[in-house]
């Protein structure tokens, strides 16, 4: 089946630094996958599209300058969280749509 | 605000029976709906996927759509423990190409 393939699976930053979270289509190209960040025990909450060729679209109280998305080939996308703070620690979970979404590994950042 | 509504439970049921699982959702236009399986620190895992008003089903999981109602279920029969986890209801936005998803039910299924 189709496989969705991000990295890094776990991190820990400190607080100011940048982390680049890279997903990839591994078996279809995909001109649109998706960024999702989860919380504990929340749901998974759309933080941007990522568009192959164009700028991503970002939700209502993302902030683009703070969660740069860059989506230069047909299999890959990457968010790069900027001057990260504790309070950007959650669950990062990368998806792209192919007869519903697969999702990648999920990336859990911890700022300290 | 498109919303997908879940019942966060926990529902327990016990090791064979049939677990019910239920969702509700308020774009009338919606076309594509999925239930996800989350195992607690991991990334959703996609079990089903409907379209059409009616039944779907696949080994121990039925999906069920009434769009009027705008309602999806999933049944799990014979339930199992490693069948404990969030399951999570999700639904195709019509106005972007993403999913919303709901808050999900967290299942427990006791041995």
């Known amino acids: 089946g189709a496989v969705v393939s991000q990295h890094p699976s776990r991190v820990i930053c400190k607080s100011g630094t940048s982390v680049k979270i890279e997903c990839r289509s591994l078996?279809?190209?995909?001109?649109?996958m998706f960024w999702y960040r989860q919380f504990p025990k929340q749901s998974l909450m759309l933080m941007a599209t990522?568009?192959?060729?164009?700028?991503?679209?970002?939700e209502q109280g993302v902030e683009k300058d703070k969660f740069l998305i860059n989506h230069a080939s047909l299999t890959l996308s990457t968010l790069t969280v900027t001057s990260a703070h504790p309070e950007d620690s959650s669950f990062y979970i990368c998806?792209?749509?192919?007869?519903?979404?697969?999702f990648g590994q999920g990336t859990r950042l911890t700022v300290v | 605000q498109k919303e997908v509504e879940q019942n966060s439970g926990p529902l327990s049921v016990p090791e064979g029976a049939i677990a019910s699982l239920n969702c509700t959702y308020s774009d009338r236009g919606s076309q594509s709906f999925f239930w996800y399986r989350q195992y607690s620190g991991k990334s959703p895992e996609l079990i089903m996927s409907i379209y059409s008003n009616g039944d779907k089903e696949d080994g121990r999981f039925t999906a069920q759509l009434n769009k009027a109602s705008q309602y999806v279920s999933l049944l799990i029969r014979d339930s199992q423990p490693s069948d404990s986890a969030t399951y999570l209801c999700?639904?195709?936005?019509?106005?972007?190409?993403?999913?919303?998803f709901g808050s999900g039910t967290r299942l427990q299924v006791q041995p």
């Open positions: 998806s792209a749509r192919l007869e519903g979404a697969f």
């Open positions: 078996d279809f190209q995909a001109t649109t």
């Open positions: 990522s568009n192959e060729g164009s700028k991503a679209t970002y």
């Open positions: 999700a639904v195709v936005d019509t106005g972007r190409r993403a999913l919303t």
